[in-house]
């Protein structure tokens, strides 16, 4: 694989430090799965690459059906326009993206500054009971004024297990691509509470503790707003450990995070729960 940095082919670029995706220079929203499977084909540029290849790129360590691999195709066309007719089909095997696509990956600039080392974190009690959760859903309904978030999928969505030994505040345009890692959590008797925009997860972290804050790099048109959010919580003064959840991290990203008071850069999901789970409780640990 090319050293990471800035990927580009026809109109399409991808820069992993910031993790923007544009088209045509216009900012785009891809999901993760989509965005993997496109940057695994961009490697092997004019290769064939096969479905079991790009199933593990999409997702990760899961078992997933290969239609699942076939719309994550439909939505890379769709979205690179007249730069998706480069995706080809490749009987029998898998994808390929043409020969006549020259991506590239220039590397990142290195970091002036030192890494900051990772802090250490002492566990929050967790003795919330769902009453409090619901009202949290019900403040967020009431700050949003006249219902407008009763006629979307967004707002905050509450997992509180009984017996709870941990929290956590997910922040994600697209909770959908989380679920299996939510569901471990979840298992585990961690509570996950899903909001998709920084300003509700600003609003919940003023109301409430939480052992720990998991975010997408960029969203809702913001390429930086993992790197924003935690800015703003720690010039507040909120130090509860916040962790980016994103693919391919680059060396600048991670730095970009430490320097900005966060802890840790997760791309698959052992490597969120390997952060996650031993600072808790000792039954939220893994087997």
């Avoid at 997760?266 to 039954?283: C, H, Q, R, S």
Wanted: proline share 6%.
């Amino acid at each position: 694989m090319p050293d990471r940095g800035q990927w580009r082919f026809g109109a399409f670029e991808y820069d992993e430090t910031a993790g923007a995706v544009r088209v045509g220079g216009e900012p785009v929203e891809l999901d993760r799965s989509a965005l993997a499977i496109l940057l695994a084909l961009m490697s092997n540029v004019g290769k064939a690459v096969d479905k079991d290849r790009l199933l593990e790129a999409g997702w990760p360590g899961r078992i997933v059906h290969e239609n699942s691999l076939a719309k994550a195709i439909a939505r890379l066309r769709r979205t690179l326009g007249e730069d998706g007719k480069r995706i080809e089909a490749v009987y029998g095997v898998g994808y390929r993206l043409n020969a006549g696509a020259a991506a590239v990956a220039v590397p990142a600039a290195p970091s002036a500054e030192p890494v900051a080392a990772r802090g250490r974190w002492l566990p929050r009690a967790a003795g919330l009971v769902l009453l409090f959760a619901l009202a949290a859903a019900l403040a967020l309904v009431w700050s949003r004024g006249d219902g407008a978030a009763a006629d979307r999928d967004e707002g905050l969505k509450i997992g509180e297990p009984a017996d709870v030994t941990g929290r956590v505040l997910w922040v994600d345009d697209h909770p959908e691509n989380n679920r299996s890692e939510r569901d471990f959590l979840l298992g585990h008797k961690v509570a996950v509470y899903d909001v998709t925009s920084s300003a509700d997860a600003l609003k919940l972290l003023a109301m409430y503790k939480y052992d720990a804050v998991i975010s997408d790099m960029g969203r809702n048109g913001e390429p930086l707003a993992g790197i924003e959010l935690v800015r703003a919580m720690r010039a507040r003064g909120d130090v509860t450990p916040f962790y980016l959840y994103t693919i391919l991290p680059s060396k600048a990203q991670r730095d970009l995070l430490a320097e900005s008071g966060g802890q840790g850069v997760a791309v698959t999901p052992e490597g969120l729960y390997a952060f996650i789970l031993p600072d808790l409780a000792p039954a939220a640990s893994a087997p």
